[in-house]
């Protein structure tokens, strides 16, 4: 076995302060490397201090007693303080008790770097309790916790303007899904719900004083008819705006019905028998074959946003399929040319970003009333019907031009999109979680950067299942 040693009466101010030690502090300190991680032998500078319990000073020692403190200084290897704990005893009321020390909490067996460094890095949405366990050389249990130990978020002010969405992330009896609440102009997640029930929002909400909720101007949601009826009852002076995103993501889908049951009638190009087919027989059979091959390879094109890759100017390459030079622009134009119904709703698509682009809260309602009459009149069954989507939600969707502070900023759910992204990633990582109190703690220590724990722990609460 290897034995180093190193002593306090060393000038190795290094040593000392990775322990966040002073040399006045020592009386003895000795470095070990044993087989299962570096221990550090350390005796305090004996002193004199007063009873807990009638405050008479003493420095009589009754006894030492050693201690293994957990201290995750080092990355490689597990590292632990071997601390010889003196004991007082009080000559005037016989009261012992143990000095103060500056390695850890009173009853842990883990130094205050490792709640440190464990509460650091489970900041990182993409470690797991077990992860920072390891690394820490400590239990998952134990990491859990001094994580449910030292983390008590409450719930945020309502703000101004309001995000209400859903992730699916969380399993419970009653839901699946877990409601989040996001302030739109500082991007902080407010609240997080194990449900989206209409009674459980309804009793949530209920329980915030009617002044704190009078205060609420805008509330951007999905297109769920809960969350609408709920915004309207408990916020009664808030306009209620229907997200664009979700709006262009339906109308996204209908485009893709379009695609996929022109894809279902090109299919029939493989039942053809071409042995005896004439020439032009053959011409229509190689033009489906192609037509097929570019909706399934290039469906991508049909609903992305990016000019860049319609660009006509882009690099032509070499297609081996279409024999011949194309760009993105070319295949997007070879894709509508030959189906009339897939190139209308593309217009109409086109239509609808453009409203959203260039319209604003005075021309909006003209605007759309436009809109409407022309998907109305769309010949494209799956298209046409979208009209009476964007009847339904036409309040709504007028509302989601308010603009939100001096930058213009109108309000969307762009932001809690990109939150719920990050709650999924902790949900994946470690499996699922069944501590619903711990699973939002750990949300919203992650997705606030100015959340932060308490220094001293709450006692007498401690959950250990994940």
Not at 141 to 165: G, H, V
Not at 327 to 341: A, G
């Amino acid at each position: 076995m290897k034995n180093d040693t190193t002593s306090a009466s060393i000038s190795d101010d290094y040593i000392l302060h990775l322990f966040h030690l002073q040399k006045e502090q020592i009386d003895s300190f000795q470095v070990n490397h044993q087989d299962d991680g570096v221990h550090v032998r350390i005796k305090l500078t004996p002193k004199t201090t007063s009873c807990p319990v009638c405050g008479f000073p003493t420095s009589k020692v009754k006894s030492y007693v050693h201690k293994r403190i957990t201290h995750s200084m080092l990355n490689t290897e597990a590292c632990y303080i071997d601390y010889q704990a003196r004991r007082y005893i009080c000559p005037a009321c016989n009261k012992t008790f143990y000095e103060d020390n500056p390695f850890t909490f009173k009853g842990m067996k883990i130094s205050l770097l490792t709640v440190y460094n464990v509460l650091r890095d489970l900041k990182n949405p993409a470690d797991t309790f077990k992860s920072v366990a390891q690394r820490n050389h400590i239990s998952s249990t134990y990491a859990m916790s001094i994580f449910d130990k030292n983390f008590q978020i409450s719930r945020r002010k309502l703000p101004e303007y309001l995000n209400i969405d859903e992730v699916y992330s969380f399993k419970s009896e009653n839901s699946s899904y877990v409601c989040v609440l996001l302030d739109f102009n500082s991007q902080n997640v407010i609240d997080l719900l194990p449900g989206r029930k209409k009674s459980e929002l309804i009793n949530y909400f209920s329980f915030i004083p009617r002044e704190e909720r009078c205060a609420v101007k805008a509330v951007s949601i999905d297109l769920w008819e809960t969350y609408r009826i709920v915004a309207k009852m408990m916020f009664p002076n808030a306009a209620i705006a229907a997200d664009k995103f979700h709006l262009i993501q339906e109308l996204n889908r209908r485009v893709d019905k379009v695609r996929l049951r022109t894809m279902n009638q090109l299919k029939n190009y493989k039942l053809m028998d071409l042995k005896n087919a004439d020439a032009a027989s053959i011409e229509k059979a190689e033009r489906m074959r192609k037509q097929y091959y570019l909706y399934k390879k290039f469906n991508w094109l049909l609903f992305t946003n990016d000019p860049a890759y319609t660009d006509p100017n882009r690099e032509k390459k070499y297609n081996k399929v279409l024999q011949g030079y194309y760009n993105y622009n070319d295949i997007l134009h070879y894709m509508c040319l030959y189906n009339p119904e897939l190139e209308e709703a593309m217009n109409l698509k086109d239509r609808m970003i453009y409203f959203y682009k260039n319209s604003d809260l005075d021309n909006a309602r003209k605007d759309i009333n436009e809109l409407i009459s022309a998907f109305r009149d769309c010949k494209v069954p799956e298209i046409s019907s979208f009209a009476n989507t964007m009847t339904r939600w036409k309040t709504e969707i007028i509302n989601s031009f308010i603009v939100t502070n001096e930058h213009g900023r109108k309000i969307n759910s762009g932001i809690i999109e990109n939150r719920n992204r990050t709650i999924k990633c902790i949900k994946h990582n470690s499996n699922g979680y069944t501590n619903w109190k711990r699973f939002r703690n750990r949300v919203l220590y992650v997705l606030n950067k100015d959340t932060t724990y308490h220094l001293y722990p709450k006692e007498g609460e401690n959950e250990n299942e994940q």
